[in-house]
């Protein structure tokens, strides 16, 4: 095999597999959460082509992993594939930031998941098998509402950010869990025995090793992950001097992809694009941060189900019951738990956002609680608020949201009923 230049950043899948079996060690790497240096924080390894090489609790790519398990009952996959990693490296560099030091900045995902192949070279070459947990890559997004508002004005091709037939040039990266126990337990004021019999008795004993094995301190949770979608030169992040929009975005599948107009998901997320582009013009950076927790990470049978609800209550929708009615159903109001949200902005060099695309007091709190402050917040203009999505609105604002120069709806309007 050709080798792979270090500008690619990744070495060939012979590397992993060492000519000389004796030169594989036997044992797990140690883990030295928070180190500044990834030959001091070691590998995380989850894979189970050897399982004396494990050092973390779970398995790669989260739900996913299930699917993996299918295959290879199917026989479709080879049991014991090892991932050719050879020109996968990250098509932009990010970090390292002073954050991926600190245990406490970050503790549910791995700073260094995306540079794998030259930050652990040396453990690939002694045969553990070592898989990433982010990449980074380049791409173009073209939406409607992008090109509307070219055509009215608030966006223009300048033909670095916004391309002349209209597509927005990103940086985007996905990113799965891995959440450090200790440090997952800390950020939610709980000890750490609470936090593994809760994940063991709630997943039905799915990983015993979470009460079995407390010398494993990293846990790969079988849920969703996070994409970023960086605007402008990602070589500015972790510059002081660089100007930050941002919007935090919790997945909404009927809304986002369908245009549901009973929300505002898709109107806020399409909103927040329009000020990270508008920020990337300006010379500074545009981030949308877009996390898998769908229906308020209650999930989207849960949250069809409190539709339901909400629409067959007498007088129909009405915002004075928007949250009781999802309570009634799930047992809370909102699990999508904000404190490990800033995680992926320290991975990203943020300490200071500039105008912040939400009205989310939760999403605020947890960013300030972690050090990260912010200056501007933008409120989602009157006119993207779709009819039925006035009940939503005026829901948040009675329970926090904030709303500069917006008066509150009354907590009694009325929304259409489930047959309208």
């Known amino acids: 095999m050709k ?36 030959e001091l924080r070691g590998p995380i390894v989850a894979t189970l082509r050897n399982p004396h090489h494990r050092n973390a609790i779970g398995a790669h790519a989260g739900g996913y992993s299930v699917y993996r398990a299918l295959a290879i009952a199917a026989r479709t996959l080879a ?18 930031f002073a954050q991926w ?42 939406l409607p509402e992008i090109r509307a508002a070219i055509d009215a004005g608030r966006i223009r091709r300048d033909g670095t ?23 997952i337990a800390s950020r939610f004021g709980i000890s750490e025995s609470e936090l593994r019999q809760s994940l ?27 994409t970023v979608y960086c605007f402008g030169d990602p070589e500015k992040l972790g510059d002081d001097r660089t100007t930050i929009a941002c919007r935090v975005h919790d997945e909404c599948n009927g809304s986002d992809v369908f245009g549901s107009d009973i929300c505002t998901c898709r ?97 605020r709190d947890a960013l300030v609680r972690q050090g990260i402050s912010i200056g501007e917040h933008v409120p989602l203009p009157e006119h993207m608020i779709p009819p039925d999505a006035h009940i939503e609105i005026a829901a948040k604002i009675a329970a926090g949201y904030f709303t500069p120069g917006r008066p509150s709806a009354p907590a009694a309007d009325l929304g259409r009923a489930l047959t309208d």
């Open 3 to 38: 080798p792979v230049s270090r500008r690619d950043g990744e070495l060939p899948a012979a590397a992993a597999k060492p000519d000389d079996p004796g030169k594989q060690r036997s044992g797990p790497p140690p883990l030295q959460w928070g180190a500044a240096k990834p």
């Open 79 to 96: 049991r014991d594939h090892v991932a050719d990693l050879s020109g996968t490296a990250p098509a932009n560099r990010v970090g390292p």
């Open 101 to 142: 030091a600190d245990p406490d900045k970050i503790v549910s995902i791995d700073p260094w998941g995306h540079l794998v192949g030259t930050a652990f070279a040396e453990h690939l070459a002694q045969g553990y098998d070592i898989r990433p947990t982010i990449a980074v890559t380049r791409a173009h997004i073209d």
């Open 161 to 183: 950010v916004v391309s002349e037939r209209g597509s927005v040039r990103v940086m985007k990266a996905a990113i799965d869990p891995v959440w450090y126990l200790p440090g």
């Open 200 to 226: 063991h008795e709630q997943t039905a004993g799915m990983y015993p090793e979470l009460v079995e094995r407390d010398d494993l301190k990293v846990f790969l949770p079988p849920i969703g992950g996070t």
């Open 267 to 363: 109107p806020y997320l399409a909103h927040g694009l329009e000020v990270c582009i508008e920020m990337a013009q300006a010379g500074g950076i545009g981030l949308i941060v877009y996390n898998r927790k769908e229906g308020r990470a209650l999930g989207e049978v849960t949250k069809f189900l409190v539709y339901n609800a909400r629409k067959r209550q007498n007088g129909g929708d009405r915002a004075d019951a928007y949250f009781k009615r999802t309570e009634c159903v799930a047992g809370v109001e909102d699990m999508r738990f904000q404190e490990l949200m800033p995680d992926v902005l320290h991975w990203l060099g943020v300490k200071h956002i500039h105008r912040f695309a939400s009205m989310s007091n939760m999403k």
